[in-house]
Every structure is written in structure tokens, then in C-alpha cells.
């Protein structure tokens, strides 16, 4: 017996070099990455290996924080667990949570806190639990639990302290990981909706441009299910005009009446809806069995019901207030492909009042710059060829301080006299706001806050601003939904010029970039989408590729000349088509 204490001393210090060889290799795997689902694989897999456990899993608050909700679980039952909400203060979770002190529990049915409610939600026979807050600089993110010691041995204090130890650690990961997820769907989202935005602005149909939402949408909420309901005003319906993940035999059910299931409940109410569980809403109308949660969100015009964006997903609390606003934000992108569809229509229908039109032409030619400028080393020469009388393109060149010159050129939504009206109010604008600022990003943000303030809300303009060091050939650049401009150098190699961000009048506090190059030998040619999407009489539209084919051609003609020629160009492969768009030519080279 003499030798006990000694052996019990060299068990003890063999345990606790183990448990700090552990920890250093677990510090090490949680340093090994920022992305969160690798992350919680990794600290599922350390803590599952270290306590040797059944199953582990991790809590976060709802957004209200009335709720712990498994987001993440390890083990065979981890698909039944995850997505399960708990309150706070409910069962050993719920009281961790609460109280924020860990907790050991080696017979679950012998503790006061033990819940049935919540083992039969989890569908998992729970006997032990390991159970602990995570922290990070003293604020409390959530909850990491270990449930059901394998073998006979209970959860000892040793285990809590491991436990503890790891779990200082793991905050610290999931911190960082959760906040570079955050960054990195930030920039995913403003991509996605730049290239929407982009979509926008070229002369696509109704059903390509809602197409291209749903993918967008794809990319940052994931769906199993979705449908973009438009309203049919007569019949007092919303019916499904572009729908993916539904039963073929069941797509008459898409077709809703105003007072049936959650969409018509959110195209009645105007406001989106969140269903963490479609079993457990009485509005839900069962076109898809397997759907478990619902988000959905209207799509607005002027306070007025247009249609309504769905996703369905078939896992139970899929979807956060978050993601509302987000599926929000692409139902307002939907809502202006619809109007602007209908608008373009109007225009098409209201081609009378000859004489007005004619001399509303004449005033609009008058603001129009008629003749090549010469901007020190450099000329500029601009060309529009309305399809209607009056045209929704525009572009013009002003001088700012010495030695700086803006030029620009736009797209109005739609044609004839609507998009004239505010083109003339996006030229008042832009020569209101240039002279304040000298940087083409700042022009742009500036006009886009005077379009929200005086254009209707489903208007919008794509625009390129440029501003010239006429010393110097300096440009700064910002794309605002435009198509992009092409540079391209003597020897015929060409850049695309698309950095800037989303179209102008439609969101406010919007994010904008800048790009700069410096103006040598090159040919800077800027262009309108009636350009590219001219067709001919076989339907095919002229594209980007004849265009850079025609002036690596053409590059050293005058830009006069240039902007003649292509034109000319345009109309023989038009042939005998009609020209439906506004076709508008900006060239600036030495």
C-alpha cells in the first residue's frame, strides 16, 4: 500500500499531460480555419473523442433570444436534433443557458431539470450530459453539450474542467468563424445582387429575369423549393409565373386565391412571413409534402401588391428574420423586372401625339451634345439613336475644376415619354451633384440620393460616370448596372470596365466602387444595351462579340467616324427588324 499515493500522483500527472497535449492540438485544429461548417466538424470530432460521447452538439439564441437552437449535432441522431428549439431556462440546456454555469448530470432522470418534452423533440434516449456556456470576452454566444457517456464511467469533474478548458477555445473559434461567415455572405449578397441588378438593365424577358433572381437567391438561401407568384388583378389571384421543385401533377394548386394558404396571407397583409414548421400553420397549403419551413416576402410597387417571392426548404426553422430581409431585398429587384416589363409595354402602345413628341425631341436634342469636344489631348464624340420619338438613353460631357472633365452615359427604365421625363431629371441631376465632388463614385452616390428623393420608386437608371484628368488622361470610373465600357489598346487586346455596384434610384445607402486606368493610346468605347441586343431577322441579338469584332477593326478610326460607321453597321444586320431599343455610343481616345 506504501506505493499508492506515488502511483495515484503519476496517474494524475500522466492525465493532466495528456488533457494539455490535447489541448494543444485542439488549439491548433480550431486555428486551422475560418470556415464555420469545417469548424464545427472539428470541434464536434475533439470533443466527441475527448470525452467519448454518444453526441455533441452546439447552441446559438434565436433572434429574439427566447430560444437555444441546435444548430449544429455529431452522432447517428444528429439530423433529428438539429434545428430543434429550446427555451430558455427548459431542461439542462435551457437551465446552462440561463444561468450561464455549467452543468454535470449522470442520471438525467433523477435530476429536477430533466424535460420529456424536450428528449422526445430530439428523439434521442438521453441518460448523461456534459453541458457548458461558451464565452467570448465575457459575452455570452451559446451552449456546447455532450450527451451520453459510452461505457460505464460517469462524467467526472476532471472532464468539466477538460471540458471548460476546450470550451474557451471553442468560443473563441466559432467568434471568429461566425464573423467572417457573416463578412463573407455580406460580399456574397452584394455580388448576387450587382449581377441582378446588372440583369436588370439589359433587354431580357420576364420569365429570363426571374430565372436569374431564383438563381441569385440559390446562392445565398438555400431552397428545395421555389416559386415567384404574380398578381392577376382581374382574377383576384396570385398565380405561380416561374416556379422550381413542385410536382408537375400539383402545379395547378399554384394558382391562389388572396385569402389561401401564407402567400395570399402576405400578399393581403403586405408584409414577408417567417413559418419555422409548415405542420404547425393552419395557413399552409400542402403542395409539397416534404416542405417543413416557409419564408416568403411581397413584391412592392408604390405600397401596391405586384406579386410574392416563396422559398420552401424540408428542414424544420430553415429560415431567420435575416433571411427575410435579404429574400426582401430580391422581392424589390422582382417587383421592378415586373413593372418594367409592364412599362415597356405601355410605351409601346402610346406612340401618338406626333407633334408633341417631335418637338419634345427637339428640346431633348438641345441638351444633347452635337458635336465632338476636345478635352486637351483627347476628343470625345456621343451618339443616340432613339427607338421612339423620344428617347430613355443619354449621355453628355461637362467640365468640372481644372483640369477634370465628367462624362457619362445612361439608361433609363423603359422608352418613349416616361423614360425621357426621367432622363431629363437624371441630367438635371447629375449636373446638380458633379461640380460638388471629383470623384466618379461620389457623383454616383450623390445621384443616386436625389433619384430616390424625386423619381417614383419602380424607376431606375443604369448609368457609366467617367471624370478625366484632361492633363494627365487619369479616369475614375464608377459602373452603376451599366453594361461595361470596353478599352481596348492599339493592338487590339481589350478590358472590361464593370467595377462600380447596383443600378441608381432604387436602393438607398447603396455600396459603390471605383475603378481607375490611365487614358494612353487606348480607345475607351462606351455603350446602351440596345446596342448588343439590337437582333436580326432570325432573332439573334448582335452581342459583345461582334461589337469588340467591329472595333478591333475599326480602332483607328476618328470617333466621329466611329460611332457613324458601327451604326451603319447595327442597321445591315438589323436588316429589316425594328429597332425596339435606344442605341447610344460614347468614344473618347486621342
Not at 494612353?520 to 448588343?532: P, Q, R
Amino acid at each position: 500500500m506504501a506505493g499508492s499515493p506515488r502511483k495515484n500522483s503519476d496517474e494524475l500527472l500522466a492525465r493532466r499531460i495528456k488533457d494539455l497535449e490535447l489541448l494543444e492540438k485542439s488549439s491548433h485544429a480550431l486555428n486551422s480555419t475560418l470556415n464555420f461548417d469545417r469548424l464545427v466538424n472539428v470541434i464536434l470530432k475533439i470533443v466527441g473523442d475527448a470525452l467519448n460521447v454518444e453526441t455533441v452538439s452546439i447552441l446559438f439564441f434565436d433572434e429574439k433570444k427566447e430560444n437555444m437552437v441546435f444548430e449544429v449535432a455529431r452522432g447517428k441522431h444528429r439530423r433529428s436534433i438539429e434545428g430543434v428549439r429550446i427555451p430558455v431556462g427548459e431542461g439542462v440546456v435551457g437551465w446552462v443557458a440561463k444561468h450561464q454555469r455549467p452543468a454535470i448530470v449522470n442520471d438525467i432522470k433523477k435530476d429536477k431539470r430533466y424535460s420529456r418534452r424536450i428528449e422526445k423533440a430530439l428523439g434521442l434516449k438521453v441518460r448523461s450530459i456534459l453541458s457548458i456556456p461558451l464565452r467570448q470576452r465575457n459575452r455570452f454566444i451559446g451552449v456546447i453539450e455532450a450527451v451520453n457517456r459510452r461505457g460505464k464511467e460517469p462524467f467526472t469533474q476532471d472532464d468539466l474542467h477538460l471540458f471548460m478548458a476546450l470550451g474557451d477555445h471553442i468560443a473563441t473559434a466559432l467568434d471568429n468563424a461566425r464573423l467572417y461567415r457573416e463578412a463573407e455572405r455580406g460580399r456574397l449578397e452584394h455580388s448576387v445582387l450587382y449581377k441582378i441588378s446588372v440583369a436588370l438593365g439589359k433587354s431580357l424577358t420576364l420569365d429570363e429575369v426571374l430565372n436569374e433572381i431564383l438563381k441569385g437567391l440559390k446562392k445565398i438561401l438555400h431552397y428545395d423549393a421555389a416559386a415567384i407568384f404574380v398578381l392577376d388583378r382581374k382574377e383576384r389571384e396570385i398565380v405561380s409565373h416561374l416556379h422550381h421543385g413542385y410536382d408537375p401533377e400539383k402545379e395547378k394548386k399554384l394558382r391562389l386565391k388572396m385569402d389561401e394558404g401564407i402567400v395570399g396571407w402576405v400578399a393581403r397583409k403586405k408584409r414577408g412571413a417567417v413559418v419555422g414548421d409548415t405542420r404547425r400553420d393552419e395557413r399552409y397549403v400542402n403542395v409539397r409534402i416534404e416542405t417543413r419551413s416557409e419564408i416568403v416576402a411581397p413584391m412592392l410597387i408604390r405600397g401596391k401588391v405586384v406579386g410574392v417571392v416563396n422559398l420552401e426548404s424540408n428542414q424544420v426553422d430553415a429560415y431567420r428574420e435575416p433571411d427575410l430581409n435579404l429574400l426582401t431585398t430580391f422581392a424589390m429587384q422582382a417587383a421592378v423586372s415586373i413593372e418594367r416589363a409592364r412599362l415597356s409595354q405601355e410605351a409601346r402602345e402610346k406612340r401618338g401625339i406626333v407633334r408633341e413628341l417631335r418637338l419634345a425631341r427637339t428640346i431633348q436634342q438641345f441638351f444633347t451634345p452635337r458635336k465632338s469636344q476636345k478635352l486637351g489631348r483627347f476628343t470625345l464624340t456621343g451618339r443616340n439613336y432613339p427607338s421612339l420619338e423620344l428617347s430613355g438613353d443619354y449621355f453628355d460631357v461637362f467640365p468640372l475644376k481644372k483640369p477634370y472633365t465628367l462624362f457619362a452615359i445612361a439608361d433609363v427604365a423603359g422608352k418613349g415619354v416616361p423614360a425621357s421625363i426621367i432622363m431629363s431629371c437624371f441630367r438635371a441631376t447629375l449636373h446638380t451633384a458633379a461640380p460638388y465632388f471629383y470623384s466618379a463614385r461620389d457623383i454616383a452616390i450623390r445621384a443616386n440620393e436625389i433619384l430616390l428623393e424625386t423619381v417614383r420608386p419602380h424607376d431606375f437608371v443604369t448609368a457609366f460616370i467617367g471624370v478625366l484628368n484632361r492633363e494627365t488622361g487619369d479616369v475614375t470610373y464608377c459602373n452603376a448596372g451599366h453594361n461595361p465600357a470596353i478599352l481596348m489598346s492599339p493592338n487590339g487586346k481589350h478590358r472590361l470596365l464593370e467595377t462600380g455596384g447596383p443600378i441608381l434610384g432604387v436602393l438607398d445607402n447603396i455600396q459603390l466602387q471605383q475603378g481607375a486606368f490611365q487614358l494612353k493610346d487606348e480607345l475607351l468605347f462606351i455603350y446602351t444595351d440596345g446596342t448588343t441586343d439590337a437582333t436580326n431577322p432570325a432573332d439573334q441579338p448582335f452581342g459583345q462579340a461582334r461589337l469588340l469584332k467591329f472595333l478591333r477593326a475599326n480602332r483607328s478610326l476618328a470617333p466621329t467616324r466611329l460611332c457613324k460607321e458601327l451604326f451603319k453597321h447595327l442597321k445591315d444586320y438589323m436588316d429589316e427588324s425594328e429597332q425596339i431599343d435606344d442605341v447610344t455610343f460614347l468614344v473618347l481616345k486621342k
